[in-house]
């Protein structure tokens, strides 16, 4: 079935750092890709998505690419700030599926450091 | 400006104890989930609904039944609870099932003893 493997956390970054986090995919035909933040006590709110091949989500400074031919969808940020701190969800979800339903990676979480 | 509005936002509960979570959204979305969120393990989803008076079981349905009565709200009952139900629970709304964006409540903290 369809899935999202994102890098394991924590990672810990000092404010203007770039960042990088992994996510690649497995699913049939042509799903659409996520990235959700959660703010610390709060629920997921969407970050960014891209809908076909070499669409480029952004959305805050964040950015990502989605890559058919490495089935990835890479989250970066060339300088973080404190503010970023949060839990990082890649999801995926594939027209014909569970009708709409998010298929989710682990999460990342992202410490910044002043 | 509501969104997703979840009820109770923590409980706390005895092994058999039953209890509902209430989900209400103001969006008129067609499209309505329940998610549980469990440490290194992401959101899993509980059940589903694609309209007023449907429901769909997810990926974990076990242990937990769910309503639409009405459009706007879609409940999740534990019928009798037990500890590997406690965890943190999201409700989702969506206007489309295809490529839409789920919008979500701040959560529900639910502990078994």
């Known amino acids: 079935g369809d899935s999202v493997t994102q890098m394991e956390g924590p990672v810990t970054l000092s404010e203007e750092a770039f960042l990088t986090i992994n996510c690649t995919y497995t699913a049939t035909g042509y799903p659409s890709l996520f990235w959700y933040v959660q703010y610390p006590g709060e629920g997921l709110q969407l970050l960014l998505k891209?809908?076909?091949?070499?669409d480029k989500g952004s959305n805050k400074g964040f950015e990502a690419t989605y890559r058919k031919e490495t089935t990835s969808f890479h989250l970066e940020k060339g300088s973080v700030q404190v503010s970023d701190s949060a839990v990082y969800f890649c999801?995926?979800?594939?027209?014909?599926?569970?009708?709409?339903?998010?298929?989710f990676g682990k999460g990342t979480k992202l410490s910044v450091k002043p | 400006n509501a969104g997703v509005t979840q009820t109770p936002k923590f409980r706390v509960l005895k092994t058999g104890q039953s209890m509902t979570l209430l989900c209400a959204q103001d969006?008129?979305?067609?499209?309505m989930y329940w998610y549980r969120q469990d440490p290194g393990m992401g959101l899993r989803l509980i059940h589903y609904s694609v309209g007023e008076g449907t429901t769909a079981k997810g990926e974990v349905p076990d242990g937990y039944n769910v309503s639409r009565l009405k459009k706007q709200n879609f409940l999740l009952g534990l019928e009798s609870a037990a500890p590997s139900q406690t965890s943190v629970y999201f409700c989702?709304?969506?206007?489309?099932?295809?490529?839409?964006?789920?919008?979500f409540g701040e959560g529900s903290r639910l502990t078994v003893l």
């Open positions: 969006m008129n979305h067609e499209y």
């Open positions: 989702a709304s969506s206007y489309s099932g295809t490529h839409g964006e789920l919008f």
């Open positions: 891209a809908t076909k091949a070499d």
């Open positions: 999801a995926l979800t594939n027209y014909g599926g569970s009708q709409g339903n998010l298929i």
